[in-house]
């Protein structure tokens, strides 16, 4: 939520020099807590409502499977095959695909 606008700006600055378009594809929540605090699922809710169907559905809660299969050279799927973070990851991927 911090960077959203700074990335937003970012973007815009860049595809102006580029001349180019960038079309967004939504935005994922990521690094939720499990035990989600009021004051973020607030704001969660908030930008959903802001945002639409701009937010996609699938979210990433914050897990250290990502970082040490990181450090085991191994994607997430492979470390942890199971994982309630490879099961997150491929549910993002499918809405991405489905959304381009």
Do not use: C
């Not at 994922?28 to 409502?49: H, I, K, Q, W």
């Not at 299969?69 to 695909?97: C, G």
Request: hydrophobic share 40%; aromatic share 8%; glycine share 4%.
């Amino acid at each position: 939520m911090i960077g959203l606008p700074l990335l937003e700006h970012w973007l815009e600055e860049f595809t102006d020099d580029a001349g180019m378009t960038i079309k967004s594809v939504g935005l994922v929540f990521s690094m939720v807590r499990g035990n989600v605090p009021r004051r973020m699922a607030e704001v969660m809710e908030d930008l959903r409502n802001e945002r639409g169907s701009e937010v996609f559905s699938a979210l990433l809660s914050e897990s250290i499977d990502v970082s040490t299969s990181v450090e085991e050279h191994l994607p997430v799927f492979r470390y942890k095959p199971n994982s309630k973070t490879a099961a997150q990851i491929e549910n993002i991927t499918k809405e991405f695909l489905a959304r381009t």
